[in-house]
């Protein structure tokens, strides 16, 4: 047997780590941070809300584009809605696409290379074309709810992390 330390070490017990000194406490010498003007705070603030997703607010958009109130949409309404179902849907593909792991199913190379597809497409300018197009838009922001919905039970299935 011999020794390390304070411990033996060869009859299959473990010899303790000896104890490191510990260090004095220092005083770090650091000027606080200056505080930031409000509209930069506003700003970054904004920022960080559209990269959030609010089920409320997809609910409301594909409501209004697909519900049974949708044939009451005026051009100024989906002017409006247009631009927000469009974020949405890429927010969405990013999420999907970000939280993949390995190889990209079949089901997320379709919805990803159809929003590639109509994304390239220009709005209409006529107001039942456009109204088709938001449609179009609103069925592939649902396609991709469900993939990321499937992504998610096989995550939490094979006991994998999913946000």
């Given at each position: ?36 003007p ?9 920022i ?26 005026t ?31 079949p ?19 006529d ?37």
């Amino acid at each position: 047997m011999r020794a390390v330390g304070d411990a033996a070490v060869g009859d299959g017990v473990t010899a303790p780590r000896p104890i490191l000194p510990r260090r004095e406490g220092r005083k770090l010498d650091v000027e606080p941070a200056r505080e930031a003007p409000v509209a930069t705070l506003r700003t970054c603030i904004s920022i960080m809300h559209s990269w959030f997703i609010r089920d409320e607010e997809i609910d409301d958009v594909l409501d209004r584009v697909m519900g049974q109130e949708s044939a009451l949409l005026t051009p100024e309404e989906l002017d409006e809605l247009l631009p927000r179902i469009s974020s949405h849907l890429r927010q969405l593909i990013r999420i999907a696409t970000m939280r993949v792991s390995g190889d990209w199913s079949p089901e997320l190379s379709e919805v990803v290379i159809r929003s590639q597809r109509l994304d390239a497409t220009p709005v209409p300018d006529d107001f039942p074309s456009a109204r088709g197009y938001a449609r179009r838009l609103a069925f592939l922001v649902g396609d991709v709810l469900e993939v990321l919905a499937v992504e998610q039970e096989a995550a939490q299935a094979e006991g994998r992390w999913s946000a």
